[in-house]
């Protein structure tokens, strides 16, 4: 177990910023993670998971312990369900891919979104009609101070739109250190008509889909609106979609009639912030290495060689002026660090 000093933080956070961390640590099991997080050496400790949905604007002056945990166990098998628990370092969209490698079906949609499985739960993470709390069973963490274990059930999670119990009351005092899902084995239930899904599985020539056709149609649209990591710096959505009152939304109809929506409640409306930031004319601009992507304007990108404020002064800039068009707040879906 070895602490290294100086770290450049740019390979561990999507958006490629090159911050520093003062000390750093890669945890591969739960002995390592006790051990580090019971230091008394280094009493600031910054948690690190997958690094997607963070804007980095300065240096950790802290021990960042980057929780890098494997591991996917099949707990049970019952009728037309298998519960499944994955630890908190495996990738995301790869782990997608083993359930659809097994016929394990539920999170298809969520297929290509960026990040671990153990920071989903924290961010509810969610696309194409599907959530994460939707086949969420529990998940397992470590208090960061005392060290005790607890599970947590959905229930304890209070789930919300992008949000849980994770970021609200209990902000950074757990580390997950793996989740557990219930999966459908055969009766998939399909979710293809939230989108371009449907669209896209007739371009497919698909008539009857499966959970691979879904998954398959979700990242041929994904990939081609939303840039690769690896290839230019981006945190995925940037901005949640915003929920407001039908009849703010009704008053913004009259002079907006081509605005979309989709129902939230009887008495709420969300609305596409991709479509505002559009509106307001945003989408593809670009700011010396850094800006608004072309082709999804939900998406700001670090072109190579911005840092975290220049990002987080266009978000500002985009926040003020989508208020004094529309009315309408844009929260940050991002952790800003």
Known sequence: MTILKDVSLKPYNTFGIDVKASHFISTENIDDLRNVLSSKEYPNKFILGGGSNMLLTKDINALVIHVNLKGIEILSKEDNQVTI????????????????????GGLENMSLIPGNVGTAPIQNIGAYGVELKDSFVSCETIHIDNLTTRTFTKEDCNFGYRNSVFKQDLKGQYIITSVTFKLSTTNHNLKTNYGA???????????????????????????????????????????????????HFNKLKENFPEIPSYPASEKLVKVPAGWLIEKAGFKGKTFNNYGVH???????????????????????????TIQKLFGINLEAEVNII
């Open 294 to 320: 072309k082709n999804q304007a939900l998406v700001l990108v670090n072109y190579g060689g911005a840092n975290g404020n220049d990002i987080l002064n266009l978000s500002k800039l985009i926040q003020n």
């Open 85 to 104: 628990k994955a630890s908190a370092g495996e990738n995301w969209h790869d782990f997608v891919l083993w359930c659809l490698q097994n016929n394990f």
């Open 197 to 247: 899904i449907t669209n896209e599985l007739e371009s497919l020539k698909v008539s009857k889909p499966t959970i691979q056709d879904i998954s398959k149609a979700v990242i041929n649209i994904r990939s081609s609106k939303l840039p690769d990591p690896k290839l230019i710096g981006n945190s995925g959505s940037f901005f949640k979609n915003p929920v407001i009152k039908t009849e």
